[in-house]
């Protein structure tokens, strides 16, 4: 039986991370989070310009290294891969975060809308993870696993009352998605968990708070949205010795609003 030490439980400083969607929303909370716990975090996002901007906020409480990469392009993909992997020799923490929306009625909802959602929020995740499996399997070892945390959502686990299908299905994929590479990278003492955050103030949530917010918080058990605080604090959960022995779950953080739906 292993000695508990809980002073070191949540401690994840030295690690190094890559947050995809880091540059802004849920992502960010999550680097912000990573960055201030001691752990070398690289960001990465499409544009150039908020990259820059996201390393020089977090750079004021931590180690951040921000790299841009359109991770719907496979092309772009692997170059980011590559480039790490020539950085870094160790991947403790890799959260999937980056993802898009679409919304639409169901007679008008076009297939771009469907495939770019798909791409991003389900295939660029398990291409990324492949890709990143030989930093991931470094840095794991049987007491203190590699950890892969994906960024799924409310909407994946309940039918959300609006039309974001191709969200939805694909947030649900992810879910499962998960408890499959959990299964297969077990052995390889990789965990794989998810998150499925619920109303958070984000830019992609910004207009349907601002136009539901009472409607929203009002079917909210704890009646409130999400804050910082609340999924950093879960993805450090996951990233440390704490849920060492956790893999394949999808750990709602939503207040209870999947309950009521």
């Known amino acids: 039986m292993n000695t508990l030490n809980f002073e070191s439980l949540f401690d994840i400083k030295g690690k190094v991370a890559v947050v995809t969607g880091g540059t802004r929303g849920i992502g960010f909370m999550i680097a912000m989070g990573l960055v201030q716990a001691g752990v070398k975090t690289y960001v990465v996002s499409r544009k150039a310009e908020a990259c820059a901007e996201a390393e020089a906020q977090l750079n004021r409480y931590g180690e951040a290294i921000a790299i841009a990469a359109d991770l719907s392009s496979m092309d772009e993909l692997e170059s980011l891969a590559a480039k790490f992997v020539e950085l870094e020799p160790k991947l403790h923490i890799l959260v999937n975060n980056a993802g898009a929306s679409w919304g639409a009625s169901f007679n008008d909802f076009p297939e771009s809308g469907w495939d770019k959602v798909m791409n991003l929020n389900l295939k660029s995740i398990f291409f990324l993870t492949q890709k990143l499996s030989s930093a991931l399997f470094a840095a794991g070892t049987d007491s ?118």
Do not use: C, Q
């Open 144 to 261: 203190d696993p590699a950890r892969v945390i994906n960024i799924g959502s409310v909407d994946g686990l309940t039918s959300p009352k609006m039309g974001n299908y191709s969200y939805s299905a694909s947030k649900a994929g992810l879910h499962h998605l998960t408890r499959h590479l959990a299964a297969d990278l077990a052995p390889a003492n990789i965990n794989v968990n998810a998150i499925a955050p619920g109303p958070f103030e984000t830019k992609m949530t910004e207009f349907l708070l601002k136009e539901n917010a009472d409607a929203i918080t009002s079917n909210i058990p704890r009646r409130r949205t999400g804050h910082a605080l609340d999924v950093a604090g879960t993805a450090i959960f996951l990233a440390s010795a704490a849920s060492a022995y956790i893999t394949g779950a999808v750990i709602p953080l939503d207040g209870g609003f999947s309950t009521t739906r």
